[in-house]
């Protein structure tokens, strides 16, 4: 069965500061996608980033960025100069690959930043 | 209007009501989905539609009835619903259907007594 796991259901962190959340997940597919999304309290689920199983390069954007290790099929997001906008729940997601869009998320991880 | 909306924002209704919950994407996107958000679940996907076309239901009640009669619009009918499907209903839509990035809707918040 394919699965996705976030250990932490809870994080904190401090305003400036960096934050790693995990994300592991189970699958026996050679090719997919892994995705990061946001939901603040306002709901609206917000793409963080995403990253193609086949690149080695990890993905990044701006302050986001993920440490892929496919080997051990986990897939952490790090926040750097963490702001207070950016305090919500982090949902991990995998999507394999020509399977027909399908989304398997983790549980959420709620990131609180303190001022 | 731009992204993906979803209407109504709140809905209450009683287990013998018959509602129904729209979402539209301007994204000129081909595929839209149904996903449900439980407290203290993973968000469960319900259904898929690429080209207007259902290619996925995941084993979901009969209660629950989709609709998409474009690629623009999603409906999902819902009727004699129970207590426990009240949950936050989450649309969102994609250029394809494989793997492509999902842009999500609001959600309309759904409470069921």
């Known amino acids: 069965a394919q699965t996705v796991t976030q250990s932490q259901p809870e994080m904190s962190v401090q305003e400036a500061e960096t934050v790693t959340l995990s994300c592991t997940y189970d699958t026996s597919e050679s090719d997919y996608y892994l995705f990061w999304y946001k939901q603040p309290p306002s709901r609206q689920m917000i793409l963080v980033i995403r990253?193609?199983?086949?690149?080695?390069q990890n993905a990044t954007e701006n302050r986001f960025s993920v440490n892929f290790q496919k080997a051990a099929k986990s897939f952490s997001l790090k926040i750097s100069d963490s702001q207070l906008g950016d305090a919500a729940m982090y949902f991990c997601a995998y999507s394999p690959y020509n399977q027909g869009g399908k989304l398997i998320f983790g549980q959420g991880t709620e990131l609180s930043v303190k001022p | 209007e731009t992204g993906v909306t979803q209407t109504p924002r709140h809905l209450v209704m009683g287990m013998t009501n018959k509602k129904s919950l729209k979402c539209e994407q301007h994204l000129g996107h081909n595929a839209m989905y149904w996903y449900k958000q439980s407290a203290k679940k993973p968000l469960e996907l319900m259904f898929v539609?690429?080209?207007?076309?259902?290619?996925e239901n995941n084993s979901v009640p009969s209660r629950f009835s989709p609709e998409c009669p474009n690629s623009s619009h999603l409906f999902l009918h819902l009727h004699t619903l129970q207590p426990e499907d009240s949950a936050l209903y989450l649309c969102?839509?994609?250029?394809?259907?494989?793997?492509?990035?999902?842009?999500f809707g609001p959600g309309t918040r759904l409470t069921v007594l």
């Open positions: 969102a839509s994609s250029q394809g259907s494989d793997s492509d990035t999902q842009y």
């Open positions: 990253q193609e199983a086949y690149k080695q």
């Open positions: 539609y690429n080209f207007k076309e259902q290619t």
